[in-house]
């Protein structure tokens, strides 16, 4: 089975700050692969480099066998993506949120409302398709903006911490409806978190990232079996040397690489 994603010494910087530091893994098709690292340690700068937002400072990344910075266009109507900040119209219906979407990615209107009503039925939305996005909760939106990451039946769905600030209930319940529809379609799902539980739950493969460096990548078990670890949150820190929640040499990083962006080292 071919690879989906494929990335091959991959580096980023932003002036002096190296974001990611020469990384190499792989996707292969239908997989959920999970980034899985605190904040700051290079999981959005990535997604950022394979969706055309961010170019590569060095290294070779391949989308659906395409160069993001060659074929944009064509790489941009390959993947759906659900980035951390929410991006749903609040004034809009849930319909015509999707139906928009649809429009802006140029299915054609019966496909569109066919594919809509599924998703909406799938997502558990169905019967607030007429309710404007602001009346959501925090739940509902998420589910809303994944249903409208599927609706041009995208090869690869990117979700970065999809559903940070969510409660477990509504956590579990967006992971369930993105496995059975990566089951349904065969979509490739690349998705970044820290947390572990749900690393674990949802991802056939994990890549352990920290500063800017994958550290390990294999299934939960094996990376338990690595390290000899019961559990992945043990694992996690054989591996790094930090529990996850040690963030603030992190995000003092990502303070620096979101600096170093508007000092013109964007690209």
Partial sequence: MGAMIRVENLVKKFGDFTAVDNISFEVPKGEIFAFLGPNGAGKTTTIKILTTLLRATSGTVEVDGLNPKTHENEVRQSFGIVFQDPSLDQDLTASENMDLHGVLYHVPGKVRRERAETLLKLFELWERK????????????RRLEIARGFLHTPKILFLDEPTLGLDPQSRNQLWTHVKRQNEADHVTVFLTTHYMDEAERVADRIAVIDHGKIVAIGTADELKQKTNAQSL?????????????????????QLRQVAQMFRGGRR
């Fill in 233 to 253: 949150e043990d694992a996690f820190l054989a591996l790094t040397g930090s529990t996850i929640r040690d963030e603030s040499a992190s995000s003092t990083d």
């Fill in 130 to 141: 007429d309710a404007l996005v602001k009346t959501f909760s925090g739940g509902m939106r």
